[in-house]
Nanobody, 125 residues
Framework: QVQLVESGGGLVQAGGSLRLACARS????????MGWFRQAPGKEREFVAA????????SYAESVKGRFTISRDNAKNTMYLQMNSLKPEDTAVYYC??????????????????WGQGTQVTVSS
């Protein structure tokens, strides 16, 4: 089993920045990719960014390219999402996810088999 715990969410004004972290514990092997998804009220969960766990491959949703940066620290078993130039439409619950089955590209919810509880990000206009 893999446990994922997100942190770093909060309230920020438009144009501001936040850094999310996802701490991974449990099985220390078998993770092929990790990603960030978000879900706004009344909307489906959508892909934000993903990173390969054993290589440096990354992928981003078009809506966040150039503003968000995904990274990881394998020694700390932690993944990060640096979010800059935040917009009100970025408001959502952000979820960390891990996949033991698929490497990148990996943008589909169903390809991730471990999920965190989520952290709220609210961007005010």
């Amino acid at each position: 089993q893999v446990q994922l715990v997100e942190s770093g969410g909060g309230l920020v004004q438009a144009g501001g920045s936040l850094r999310l972290a996802c701490a991974r514990s449990g099985r220390s092997f078998g993770t092929r990719a990790m990603g960030w998804f978000r879900q706004a009220p009344g909307k489906e969960r959508e892909f934000v960014a993903a990173i390969g766990w054993s290589d440096s491959s990354v992928s981003y949703a078009e809506s966040v390219k150039g503003r968000f940066t995904i990274s990881r620290d394998n020694a700390k078993n932690t993944m990060y999402l640096q979010m800059n130039s935040l917009k009100p439409e970025d408001t959502a619950v952000y979820y960390c996810a891990a996949s033991s089955l698929y490497t990148l590209p990996n943008t589909q919810v169903g390809r991730y088999n471990y999920w965190g509880q989520g952290t709220q990000v609210t961007v005010s206009s």
